[in-house]
């Protein structure tokens, strides 16, 4: 495997029996391969490929690569050659992806696949083994990540993409699930703490740093461009909500189910999400009307890196 390779289409086409849309898996190499996490967009602007990763062969220290594939799984291309890639995210307007790796933050293009270093990190060890995820505004004009410094600390950052200017604007022990507004003014990140995860907000500039006072969502997305965010509660909830910092409650946009990753459309009227105890496959939201259809089961494993085959355990995930 190589950076630049064009390998031969892996995909499998499906008819899911319940609903009759067609279903397209994409890989079924002997690796782990797994998308790029529901908080951010992992399809390039005119939606004709989807990046993921995928581990560079069958071996639990096996290093990640990055990936493209066209939407219709007649194409499988690898885009960087790593050890130690991290921070990854898609910038659709830039139509490219930017990453962290020997202590850079870089760009490479999704189709042109030409790369460059956009600015210096702050270190270069990556915040824990495997790759890890950065956040892009909509407009791509500001990448989030960070990375573990020599004194076993972790620097959150800020990059404005235009000029390369790098600028550290928080310090913990760790944060992650990193995702930025969309008109990229605040972040939202835990800090992990030995108490657990610390639901925080900050401004871009690394201001206004305050704590994210809602704690019953599972996993959450900012919303359109209104300051929400929508998610799915956690148990005894079984919902999909919005809530908007300052709210007394959470508005329920439909529940009888426990909804577990959800991610919505940019125009903020479609929420797609899986589910999880019992995994009943994808269910898709519609907020004009308030209704909820179910889309299909893929056979996948809800967010997390599987062997990719068609077969799955009997136990829920």
């Known amino acids: 495997m190589a950076r630049g390779s064009v390998y031969a289409p892996e995909r499998a086409i499906m008819r899911d029996s319940r609903s009759g849309l067609k279903v397209t898996r994409l890989t079924h190499g002997p690796t782990i391969s797994t998308n790029l996490y529901f908080e951010m967009c992992a399809f390039s602007k005119n939606e004709q490929h989807v990046m993921f990763m995928a581990q560079r062969y069958a071996g639990r220290d096996a290093p990640f690569d990055l990936f493209r594939a066209r939407t219709d799984g007649t194409e499988l291309v690898q885009m960087t050659e790593y050890d130690d890639i991290h921070g990854v995210v898609v910038a659709p307007e830039r139509e490219a992806v930017y990453y962290q790796t020997g202590g850079e933050v870089r760009r490479i293009g999704i189709e042109s696949l030409q790369e460059d270093a956009v600015a210096k990190a702050p270190a270069a060890e990556r915040q824990r083994p495997g790759y890890t995820l950065g956040t892009v505004d ?109 709210d007394e409650q959470p508005t329920i946009l439909t529940e009888g189910r426990y909804y577990w990753h959800s991610s919505p459309s940019a125009d903020a009227q479609w929420i797609v999400s899986d589910t999880n105890w019992p995994r009943e496959g994808l269910y898709l939201f519609h907020l004009p009307s308030g209704t909820v259809t179910w889309l299909c089961d893929p056979q996948a494993s809800c967010s997390h890196p599987q062997w990719t085959t068609l077969t799955r355990p009997s136990h829920q995930n």
């Open 138 to 246: 909509r407009g791509g004009k500001v990448y989030f990540s960070n990375c573990r410094t020599a004194e076993n600390r972790t620097s959150l950052f800020r990059v404005d993409l235009d000029s390369g200017r790098l600028e550290v604007i928080f310090e913990s022990e760790m944060q992650n699930h990193l995702h930025v507004s969309p008109d990229g003014s605040t972040l939202h990140f835990n800090a992990m703490t030995d108490d657990g995860a610390e639901p925080k907000f900050i401004a871009a500039d690394g201001s206004n740093l305050r704590a994210y006072t809602f704690r019953n969502f599972a996993h959450h997305t900012w919303f359109g461009t209104e300051g929400l965010m929508q998610g799915t509660l956690l148990p005894p909830g079984h919902a999909l909500a919005t809530y908007s910092e300052g």
